[in-house]
């Protein structure tokens, strides 16, 4: 397998923590978006819309970071990243859409782009804040008192969720946000961070680290 | 099961398709957006963040559309609304994504109605149309030429990216988006239309249509 990769990605960090705790070994590729190698005629020929990551397995190039946590489920089940029962998986993808749909979906890199040429670096951070804080409050209350929060997301193993959930907070700490409303995604974050496969999958510790000032 | 769902909710209306692709049985309940019934504290007993479509089967509450089809395919699996192979289905939730994340994500609701009040109606338009242009370049390279591509989004039978795609396509006509540019994306655009399924889901075919001239 290759994983295509940057490092400071928050989708590209997801992925490598649910390759790292599926135990696949994969090869690196870096696509430097800081020098905006997405949009080279190679990497477009892998996605033709130039998003990081993009995983190939033998023939089949996988795209969108949920969907590759499916596949990596369907085609590597074991261990499993996912509860036993229905309602826990949906459980799990409820978390997981909304850190790709609501978080990501709203925050992340071609929107800040946009942003910042249409309304200038203030109303970027405006933007970003506003939906930092209203997104933060969502994830909490799926974490915060439910039954099968445990260590992790669900339950005591790490899981599918986090794969999502640590990449999350990641980012919001990136740009300042206070997460003292998030008492339980950061304390399962921290719980995470111990992990040996969190941190292979660590920004700081990929090959391609760099430095890379964007907002 | 009950469907909380409001009749131009572009959300709704892929969970209406799949039930009515699984032949499923569900009482309606509207949640009228345009009176922001989504906000009242009985609907945020069922969603803590007042968004719709909610499914309740049972003792369980799915959100989020992309995990509401996988949960009605692996409880309710016949008929099957994803391929048989890992390659298919990624290739369909790669769909799915694209219009919960970049789509959704980024022109839904909540975005629109903060670009409202913060920028004005120009403004929204323009947000709008960069990405619904942009969105659309992208779905369609997801679906011309490629090999599954049939009368449906993949192969001859309607399935989960139908539900997708369908409603993305109705969200954009409602604005005045131009399709030329995705005329692989209208064909079967128009052949869910003549499906028993897609006519029985449609907005104007729901209990709780009404005015509504909300952009």
Redesign the interface.
């Known amino acids: 397998m290759q994983l295509y990769s940057y490092w400071r990605s928050t989708s590209s960090y997801r992925i490598r923590i649910a390759l790292a705790l599926k135990r696949l070994e994969y090869e690196y590729i870096s696509v430097n978006l800081n020098n905006g190698e997405q949009h080279d005629p190679a990497y477009r020929k892998i996605h033709?819309?130039g998003q990081v990551p993009s995983l190939v397995d033998g023939?089949?190039i996988?795209?969108?970071t949920?969907?590759?946590v499916?596949?990596l489920e369907?085609?590597y089940p074991d261990p499993s990243l996912f509860p036993e029962n229905?309602?826990g998986?949906?459980r799990v993808?409820?978390f997981?859409?909304?850190c790709?749909?609501?978080m990501?979906?709203?925050t992340g890199r071609r929107?800040r782009d946009?942003l910042l040429e249409r309304y200038g670096m203030d109303d970027l951070k405006e933007w970003y804040g506003?939906w930092a804080v209203r997104n933060l409050e969502?994830l909490e209350?799926?974490v915060a008192g439910h039954p099968d929060t445990g260590k992790f997301f669900h339950g005591d193993q790490p899981g599918a969720a986090d794969c999502f959930l640590v990449p999350a907070l990641y980012n919001l700490r990136l740009r300042e946000t206070n997460l003292d409303q998030a008492p339980t995604l950061v304390r399962i974050e921290q719980n995470c961070l111990t992990h040996p496969a969190f941190k292979a999958a660590a920004p700081e510790n990929q090959i391609d680290v760099a430095p890379d000032t964007r907002y």
């Open positions: 033709s819309d023939e089949t996988i795209h969108q949920a969907g590759i499916e596949y369907e085609v229905a309602a998986r949906a993808r409820g997981i859409l909304a790709v749909a609501e990501q979906g709203r929107v946009y506003h969502l209350k799926l």
